[in-house]
């Protein structure tokens, strides 16, 4: 049953709501899946300040005492089917029934990259139900998890810090570096601090006043062990005040070590800036 297909590009976007709708219909009745309509819960227009102080004594006795209860016990020990056992369409439909059934619980789990239905599934029905629910809906305060806490996307870290690095030093909107830098960065043959290797890109930045970013082409990341090794190609644009206007194709090479399950970067080298 794994094994089939339902993707079918052709399909309406009505035709793709009510197949969706008609497989978690299916999968109640077949399996016993929780059918839950989506809550909708807003706090009281007219809430007074006596009402907003016991939400918040609520919410700092949840911080305090955090709730050991497990989640699937707040939902009621609800019969998801195995991954295993179902279609593409089907995970949809299923992975859709147990949002549903967390949000009515006041239970988000958020998803940073773009990831398989089938594996967010996978692991809201055979990890994330066995967490704490550590006083979720206390004082009408939602609980967020992260899928990527649990198990990192460290190239599309990679990338976004990337990414990042060049819209500062190319004045594009970012207005500070990225935070997963190392204490100890290389730069220019010496050894500095974070602190010292942001400064001198922040100076970077200000000097050249005519410069504007465009955007990141492409980035090519590989990994040997604790260490990772990334080159991106990129374009900037230089205004009249730099004597030769016009758009710019770069390339810079990174350098990153791993610290506590996270690549920080420790070494930048974008030659026609003269950073090494």
Same mark, same amino acid.
């Given at each position: 049953m794994a094994d089939k297909k339902d993707d079918n590009p052709k399909k309406s976007e009505e035709d793709i709501q009510f197949e969706r709708e008609f497989n978690k219909l299916k999968l109640s009745a077949e399996y016993g899946a929780p059918f839950p309509e989506k809550k909708k819960e807003e706090l009281?227009?007219?809430?007074t300040e006596a009402d907003f102080l016991t939400r918040m004594r609520e919410l700092e006795d949840a911080i305090q005492n955090p709730d050991k209860t497990k989640i699937i016990e707040l939902l009621g020990f609800p019969n998801f089917p195995k991954v295993e056992n179902l279609s593409d369409a089907e995970v949809s439909a299923a992975l859709e029934l147990a949002t549903t059934a967390l949000g009515n619980k006041n239970i988000v789990l958020d998803v940073i990259y773009p990831t398989p239905d089938r594996e967010i599934y996978r692991f809201i029905t055979q990890e994330l139900l066995q967490f704490e629910g550590g006083g979720a809906g206390a004082g009408?305060?939602? #609980?967020?998890?992260?899928?990527e806490e649990h198990y990192?996307?460290?190239?599309e870290?990679?990338? @976004?810090?990337i990414t990042d690095v060049l819209h500062f030093i190319c004045r594009g909107?970012?207005?500070?570096?990225?935070?997963?830098?190392?204490?100890?960065?290389?730069l220019y043959g010496e050894?500095?601090?974070q602190e010292e290797f942001e400064v001198v890109m922040g100076n970077h930045r200000d000097v050249f006043q005519g410069m504007s970013f465009i955007g990141v082409d492409a980035v090519k990341v590989a990994f040997d062990g604790s260490k990772a090794h990334a080159k991106a190609?990129? #374009?900037h644009y230089l205004d009249q005040s730099s004597g030769s206007p016009?758009?710019?194709?770069?390339? @810079?090479e990174f350098y990153f070590e791993l610290d506590d399950d996270m690549y920080l970067l420790n070494r930048l080298v974008i030659d026609i800036f003269g950073i090494e």
């Open positions: 009281p227009s007219d809430e009408g305060m939602t #609980r967020h998890l992260i899928y990192p996307n460290h190239t870290d990679i990338k @976004a810090d909107h970012k207005g500070s570096m990225p935070w997963r830098i190392a204490n100890k960065v290389s050894i500095v601090s190609k990129f #374009r016009g758009e710019v194709s770069a390339e @810079a």
